[in-house]
């Protein structure tokens, strides 16, 4: 059984939510699982583990900037370790985009930080527009209009399939 680091970035919550849920997945298997924010991961907290799954979010086309320079600084290490990395965004809800070859932020981020992990996974996100600020909340329903998605201003929909996470999880565990 491995010792797993299961790192986040989350914008609103939901991507540690998948992050739980992974961790929970992998317990059951008898893997010990530290689950952690990547502003507390450090290259201390990699060597300490066996494999390394980072999870991040998407806002506005990117991934938050934190995620990008703790794999910059620590790209070594990951790559000296079984490693995964997956993203969850709104555009992963349709068909067409919710593989690791054919969402175009995991590739493109992926393609900018020259890493390319030994496991990849795209997941959909959740739309709540009752959590978001004014800006936020206009400039997401202007996005679902242009994408086709829901732009009523009560949507609370989670658009995740949560037996790609699961699976995701048991890939995690076989590397």
């Known amino acids: 059984m491995s010792n797993t680091l299961l790192i986040y970035s989350t914008t609103d919550g939901h991507t540690q939510k998948i992050s739980q849920k992974m961790q929970s997945v ?3 298997q008898g893997h010990t699982v530290t689950l952690m924010p990547v502003e507390d991961a450090t290259s201390d907290t990699i060597a300490q583990h066996d494999k390394i ?3 991040a979010s998407i806002r506005y086309g990117k991934h938050q900037k934190n995620v990008a320079d703790f794999i910059t600084q620590n790209k070594a290490l990951l790559e000296d370790k079984p490693n995964a990395f997956y993203t969850v965004n709104l555009v992963a809800r349709k ?3 919710c593989q690791p070859d054919t969402n175009p932020y995991i590739v493109k981020f992926l393609d900018q930080l020259n890493w390319q992990p030994a496991l990849k996974g795209v997941f959909a996100g959740k739309l709540n ?3 978001y ?5 206009n400039m997401i329903r202007f996005i679902m209009w242009m994408t086709k998605g ?3 201003p009560t949507t609370n929909m989670e658009f995740t399939n949560w037996e790609s996470v699961d699976q ?3 890939d995690v565990a076989d590397l």
């Open 150 to 152: 829901p732009t009523d």
């Open 168 to 170: 995701f999880a048991r």
């Open 133 to 137: 600020g004014f800006l936020d909340k």
């Open 53 to 55: 799954v980072i999870g």
């Open 26 to 28: 992998l317990e059951q």
């Open 129 to 131: 527009y009752s959590i």
């Open 95 to 97: 068909a067409e985009k």
